[in-house]
């Protein structure tokens, strides 16, 4: 079983900082694939942003250019640096793996943005 950590998110004023983090329990290339998706109340989860066991990455149009998604195989760890947040990047946001057909997901994180 791998479990995954998440932590960074917190309370910013539009147009701040945050760099969140996803541990994993076991050696990160296990998995194909690693993503962050975000939640907002009474919306659908979402992908953020994407990136490949290769370090190939991809991202949700309304974060292009803001959000940056890198990993440290080193330390497990895939990171989100949130740059120029607005209110509406309120959510909670969940660090997610995929191997083979089994994805495993972190515990979230809250990420508020004041306007």
């Known amino acids: 079983q791998v479990q995954l950590v998440e932590s960074g998110g917190g309370l910013v004023q539009a147009g701040g900082s945050l760099r969140l983090s996803c541990a994993a329990s076991?050696?990160?290339?296990?998995?194909?694939?690693m993503g962050w998706y975000r939640q907002a109340p009474g919306k659908q989860r979402e992908l953020v942003a994407g990136?490949?066991?290769?370090?190939?990455?991809n991202y949700a149009e309304f974060v292009k250019g803001r959000f940056t998604i890198s990993r440290d195989n080193a330390k497990n760890t895939v990171y989100l640096q949130m740059n120029s947040l607005k209110a509406e990047d309120t959510a909670v946001y969940y660090c997610?793996?995929?191997?083979?057909?089994?994805?495993?997901w972190g515990q979230g994180t809250q990420v508020t943005v004041s306007s």
């Open positions: 997610k793996g995929r191997r083979g057909r089994d994805d495993y």
């Open positions: 076991r050696n990160i290339f296990i998995f194909n694939n």
């Open positions: 990136i490949t066991s290769g370090g190939t990455t």
